[in-house]
């Protein structure tokens, strides 16, 4: 199992530019989260979801689209990327009961 | 608000033991976390303890949860160089445990 699986590792991005980070499992979770990492802030949940089809925001969902059309995968969107969306990005996924979240190795975003 | 908080840094011995400390002010947390963040990686869960305990131990790991005071710690005998990292303490919550509340992370440095 490869467990959670993240891509880009590493992007560079101009203001305004638009791109889209996969997260894959391949636990069968049915819970998937996207976080933001930043120096000092913790980890701040960006959106998540809890089944296929299904999404919701997390506490900072401003600039983001996400989307969950397969079970697997949960994809997050910049339309437009600002300077402020520099970060490292995490997925995560977890199935009912414990709640345990699974990381994947993140992806650190610039945007000059 | 729900909210978690730890010490952002702690400084030991090789050998010596660390205690990493947590408080939390959800009195309906149903688990509660301990995950190890290691430089440029993803969040590993090192372990859980349920509400309704108040110790759990895992090798060179201990928990203890105090209830009644809202505080949770997590011992780690013997530290080693390779424990370098950030601890986060994170909590589910009752009413929506699809969603942690994160602490913002104690960074352990391990002096030989």
């Known amino acids: 199992n490869a467990g959670v699986t ?25 819970y998937m989260y996207w976080y933001r990492q930043d120096p000092g802030m913790g980890l701040r949940l960006i959106h998540y979801s809890v089944g ?21 995968n949960f994809l997050l969107g910049l339309e437009s990327a600002a300077p402020s969306q520099t970060s490292v990005y995490f997925c995560a996924s977890s199935y009912s009961g414990t709640n345990e979240q699974f990381f994947g190795p993140g992806t650190r975003l610039t945007v000059l | 608000g729900e909210d ?26 149903t688990y509660l976390y301990w995950y190890k963040q290691e430089p440029g990686a993803g969040l590993q869960l090192l372990t ?20 009644k005071d809202k505080h949770l710690s997590l011992r780690i005998a013997d530290t080693q160089t390779g424990d370098s990292a950030i601890y986060f303490c994170a909590e589910a919550n009752a009413g929506n445990n699809r969603k ?7 960074s352990l440095a391990v002096n030989p």
């Open chain 2, 48 to 67: 859980y303890i349920f509400s309704n305990m108040d110790m759990k131990q895992d090798q060179r790991l201990t928990v203890l949860l105090n209830k």
């Open chain 1, 6 to 30: 993240q891509t880009p590792k590493f992007r560079v991005l101009k203001t305004g530019q638009s791109m889209t980070l996969l997260c894959a499992q391949d636990m069968n979770h049915e």
């Open chain 2, 100 to 106: 942690l509340i994160w602490g913002l992370g104690t």
């Open chain 2, 4 to 29: 978690v908080e730890q010490s952002l840094f702690l400084s030991v011995r090789e050998g010596d033991s660390s205690v990493i400390n947590c408080t939390y002010t959800d009195s309906s947390s």
């Open chain 1, 52 to 72: 296929e089809g299904t999404t919701a925001k997390g506490e900072v969902p401003d600039g983001y689209n996400v989307s969950r059309l397969k079970k697997q």
